[in-house]
């Protein structure tokens, strides 16, 4: 019964030092994975939602499994994030490197046609005579347009400014369409 009880203890202990052993590096992969998840969460937030969901999610698993004294599933889970968290910084920077030339095309290309419309606008306001098709109704609404989508031009470059391409792209969008809608209403030629 003795030789039993010491078999026991000595099992015991070896379960600790097991345990134990593999508690530190989980804790340091759950650590760095957090650390490395922290540094690229701006960027990653705006650009790679998806991507960061899922490296959030993995790095829960990896506490709960932590605190569920699995150190071993812990340090599995966590062990690869430092990387993955890389592989997403790189999808954000190529995300908004795509979304900055979008939104580079079209403020340089607003400009240039809000201007050609703006012309023709005070080109036909001063006319004694409209041309067919255009009413004085027709030229204040087209009047009021261009300058509604002048501020809503202006909203764009400073959502752009404010680092929300999205918002800038989608209403720079929106722009060159009703830009678009205009000039053909004055009678101009689009390029």
């Known amino acids: ?26 804790e340091a992969a759950i650590k760095g994975a957090g650390q490395a998840i922290d540094q690229i969460r701006g960027e990653a937030s705006r650009y790679a939602p998806d991507q960061l969901k899922q490296l959030e999610d993995s790095l829960k698993s990896a506490q709960d499994a932590f605190s569920k004294k699995d150190y071993k599933a812990a340090l599995d889970a966590a062990s690869t994030l430092s990387a993955k968290a890389q592989d997403v910084a790189k999808a954000a920077a190529a995300k908004k490197a795509e979304l900055t030339k979008s939104w580079d095309d079209l403020n340089a290309g607003i400009p240039q046609m ?16 409209l041309p067919a098709g255009l009413d004085k109704d027709q030229l204040a609404a087209l009047t009021s347009g261009y300058d509604e989508a002048a501020k809503q031009f202006q909203a764009a470059k400073d959502a752009a400014g404010a680092g929300d391409l999205n918002k800038a792209i989608e209403a720079g969008q929106a722009i060159k369409q009703k830009g678009m809608e205009m000039a053909a209403a004055l009678g101009l030629k689009q390029q």
Not at 5 to 23: E, S
């Open 114 to 129: 809000m201007d050609a419309l703006k012309s023709r606008l005070d080109i036909l306001s001063k006319a004694k005579k």
């Open 1 to 26: 019964m003795r030789i039993v009880k010491y078999v026991y203890i000595v099992l015991l202990a070896a379960m600790v030092v097991a345990c134990a052993r593999d508690k530190e590096p989980a």
